[in-house]
């Protein structure tokens, strides 16, 4: 992260028009947000996540702001390549297409030494921050090269914070993000799929609550300040960080 953050982006009237959007976590904080302003761009948005009473409610509130969105429920934990593979199917046989897929999907459980840490902890949450968002990444490729311009995005986080001791495998997992962004956007250079993160500042959600259970909340902005970044990166216009990562800081 540079010392001069950039702005975050206003977003252009209807940016994502006639694009499909899939967005993973999408009951979360930033998820539920990035969602609602993919919708107010023009983006049919999918809004997949494991809680489907939470899912329902970003459905209502997705659906009164643009295109009626999609639901589908996955736990990423458990799906596996075959379940990938079915969904980027449908949505593009269902929908028209897939132009943009934006990973906001995140397991952290809280700040403890890797010695503490249950094994299948850790490697429930090397799986959800990692390996599954690239294995359906991996799906959706072949439908996102399909259209004349798509993005991936996925959401990591400070590596400067994420990197000291206690992080756990979450911080392991955020750091190998980066690494998979540039190393996958190398190979899709060629291609109209254009891959990047971006590293949202500090948010009021439920993970961070977790890692400073005693901060003051008001002292942080509130998800909707990152989500008009989500729209930059996943349109036209986010061309410019391709194969980067987009580190905007919100005023708090």
Not at 38 to 51: D, E, F, H, I, M
Not at 115 to 132: G, I, K, S
Not at 162 to 172: D, E, I, M, Q, R
Request: charged share 20%.
């Amino acid at each position: 992260m540079s010392e001069a953050a950039p702005p975050i982006p206003a977003v252009a009237d209807q940016a994502l028009a006639g694009r499909t959007v899939l967005v993973t976590g999408a009951h979360g904080g930033l998820g539920a947000e990035a969602a609602k302003a993919c919708a107010r761009a023009g983006a049919t948005v999918v809004l997949l996540g494991r809680k489907v009473p939470k899912l329902n409610r970003v459905y209502d509130a997705v659906k009164a702001l643009g295109p009626e969105p999609a639901l589908y429920p996955v736990d990423l934990a458990g799906a596996d390549p075959a379940d990938y593979a079915e969904l980027a199917a449908r949505i593009a046989g269902e929908l028209g297409g897939l132009h943009g897929l934006l990973h906001c999907a995140a397991e952290f459980k809280g700040l403890a030494p890797l010695e503490a840490t249950p094994p299948e902890d850790f490697v429930r949450a090397l799986h959800v921050n990692l390996t599954a968002p690239w294995l359906l990444t991996q799906a959706c490729l072949p439908w996102l090269r399909k259209a004349g311009d798509s993005a991936v995005v996925f959401v990591t986080d400070d590596p400067a914070r994420v990197g000291k001791a206690y992080w756990g495998p979450y911080g392991l997992a955020k750091q190998g993000l980066v690494a998979l962004v540039r190393q996958l956007s190398a190979e899709t250079d060629a291609t109209p799929v254009r891959v990047s993160a971006l590293e949202p500042g500090p948010m009021r959600t439920d993970l961070r609550a977790r890692a400073y259970a005693d901060e003051a909340q008001l002292r942080v902005p509130a998800p909707a300040a990152y989500a008009p970044a989500c729209v930059h990166l996943l349109s036209p216009a986010g061309a410019a960080w391709r194969g980067q990562v987009f580190a905007p800081r919100a005023a708090g």
